[in-house]
């Protein structure tokens, strides 16, 4: 099972279209995951048409997303549990804000977004995983997404391109 995982694509406001990377592994995925902020709901739809997309809200995402998206979310694949939040809010840092959001429940993997910065690290035994954007790099040298493959083992992956 190939899940693509991307967050922040802020689009229209900071890409017209998806980068030829993260095209070419949607088109091949069994499922998205989209951790907020795409800004509108037209994008929703753009990734829709690639597959199955399992997506939350983020704080730039419109009103009509931020109605039709919960928050968090909690997803099992293949024996995987996979918590998915955007990581916004206020104090603490964004990978301990996406932490404390699944401390109610046992998960495998917190994927989360809102930095934009690329970060695959265990914290109290969780994996956590930003894919980075696509679209916003900010100040870093390369766009990113992620990868998660299962099978009998699993692996996540970030994918980097200019």
């Known amino acids: 099972m190939k899940i693509v995982i ?3 694509t802020h689009m229209p406001r900071k890409g017209r279209s998806l980068p030829d990377p993260l095209q070419k592994d949607l088109t091949d995925s069994d499922l998205i995951i989209h951790g907020g902020d795409f800004q509108t709901l037209d994008v929703f739809e753009a990734f829709k048409r690639y597959g199955e997309l399992i997506a939350v809200s983020g704080n730039v995402d419109n009103v009509e997303l931020q109605s039709l998206l919960p928050k968090r ?3 099992e694949k293949k024996g995987l549990k996979i918590g998915i939040v955007h990581g916004d809010g206020k104090g603490k840092t964004t990978e301990k804000r996406a932490l404390e959001a699944f401390d109610d429940v046992d998960v495998d ?10 970060y695959s690290r265990f914290m109290k035994g969780v994996l956590l995983f930003n894919p980075g954007s696509p679209t916003d790099k900010r100040k870093l040298p390369y766009y990113s997404h992620g990868v998660l493959t299962i099978g009998d083992t699993w692996k996540i992956e970030h994918i980097f391109y200019k």
Do not use: L
């Open 6 to 8: 991307v967050s922040d």
């Open 73 to 75: 979310r909690i997803i």
């Open 109 to 118: 993997v917190i994927i989360f977004g809102h930095s934009h910065i690329p």
